[in-house]
């Protein structure tokens, strides 16, 4: 089963207390596979072991399996570039388009 690796956990802090900024990011985004959050933190804190941190979350990546770039333009960047990395150029990637309300599926390829 493909995984979709949602970049970085969308969170917004609404009367003191970090809520979810998509509640339905889940429930729309596991019509492509099983969802995994890479960063679940509302900052990216620690900018310095990023590319790690991705390496090691990254590691069984495949050409099966989606990105979901959402949340820090840095971990976006750091997640794509492992992912590349990890199937020789190739990406599939989930863009929401707002006017249909649901996930579709976008392939990234440098060949």
């Known amino acids: 089963m493909s995984k979709v690796y949602v970049v970085h956990r969308p969170l ?8 979810e900024k998509f509640p339905h990011l889940e429930a729309l985004a596991s019509e492509f596979g099983e969802v995994e959050y890479l960063l679940t933190e509302p900052h990216v804190a620690d ?8 390496q090691n979350k990254l590691k069984d990546f495949t050409e099966d ?16 570039m492992v992912a590349a990395r990890m199937t020789h150029g190739y990406v599939r990637a989930l863009d929401y388009d707002k006017w249909a309300q649901r996930y579709f599926e976008t ?5």
């Open 12 to 19: 917004v802090k609404r009367n003191q207390e970090w809520v």
């Open 47 to 54: 900018r310095g072991p990023l590319i790690r941190t991705m």
């Open 65 to 80: 399996d989606y990105l979901l770039p959402v949340g820090s333009p840095l971990a976006i960047m750091a997640a794509t």
């Open 107 to 111: 392939e990234l390829d440098d060949g």
